[in-house]
T-cell receptor, first 117, second 112 residues
Framework: AQKVTQAQTEISVVEKEDVTLDCVYETRDTTYYLFWYKQPPSGELVFLIRRNSFDEQNEISGRYSWNFQKSTSSFNFTITASQVVDSAVYFC??????????????FGAGTRLAVHP | SAVISQKPSRDICQRGTSLTIQCQVDSQVTMMFWYRQQPGQSLTLIATANQGSEATYESGFVIDKFPISRPNLTFSTLTVSNMSPEDSSIYLCSGGTTETQYFGPGTRLLVL
């Protein structure tokens, strides 16, 4: 069965600190996709990144970076020099691949990040 | 990115009544899903909305309680039937493309 674990329930940091959000997944599929979403207080789910199981290259986008390691089934998310606007709940999710698009998403419990001035 | 809209954005309902939520996606979307997010919780898939046929429900969700329609590629409805306070949640529609899944803004439902 597929499962996503985000062990960190809440993280509190001071602005400009770096912070890493952990994500560990379980799946028996050889082809799958991993996602990170941000849910700010407004409630809307904002897509951040998708990574397929064959691409283990790390990715950097501005202050955001992602580290995908199949050997440890982890897909961790780092925010460098955090800002107050980064305060949100962050969800890691897993999806099998299917024809015509992605299959259902299995979400982790989420990590609530609070960045204080 | 795909554009997904939902309405209503929020509602307060009395127990025992039903509410229908509408979801409109743009043409990039191939698959549509309905999720529920209970207060302070993660998202749980209710069902996959299938065009022109019955939705595929996840364990713990049944058609009598959450009837879903998808008459065409870009439109779907979710009805929350015979509501109770336990149904108070955010209901989110999502659309899958070849790139990712995008989410609508959600419908915040409070049942009194």
């Amino acid at each position: 069965a597929q499962k996503v674990t985000q062990a960190q329930t809440e993280i509190s940091v001071v602005e400009k600190e770096d912070v890493t959000l952990d994500c560990v997944y379980e799946t028996r599929d050889t082809t799958y996709y991993l996602f990170w979403y941000k849910q700010p207080p407004s409630g809307e789910l904002v897509f951040l990144i998708r990574r397929n199981s064959f691409d283990e290259q790390n990715e950097i986008s501005g202050r955001y970076s992602w580290n995908f390691q199949k050997s440890t089934s982890s897909f961790n998310f780092t925010i460098t020099a955090s800002q107050v606007v980064d305060s949100a709940v962050y969800f890691c999710a897993l999806s099998e691949a299917s024809w015509g698009g992605y299959n259902k998403l299995i979400f982790g419990a989420g990590t609530r990040l609070a960045v204080h001035p | 990115s795909a554009v997904i809209s939902q309405k209503p954005s929020r509602d307060i309902c009395q127990r025992g009544t039903s509410l229908t939520i509408q979801c409109q996606v743009d043409s990039q979307v191939t698959m549509m899903f309905w999720y529920r997010q209970q207060p302070g919780q993660s998202l749980t898939l209710i069902a996959t909305a299938n065009q022109g046929s019955e939705a595929t429900y996840e364990s713990g969700f049944v058609i009598d309680k959450f009837p879903i329609s998808r008459p065409n590629l870009t439109f779907s409805t979710l009805t929350v039937s015979n509501m109770s306070p336990e149904d108070s949640s955010i209901y989110l529609c999502s659309g899958g493309t070849t790139e990712t899944q995008y989410f609508g803004p959600g419908t915040r439902l409070l049942v009194l």
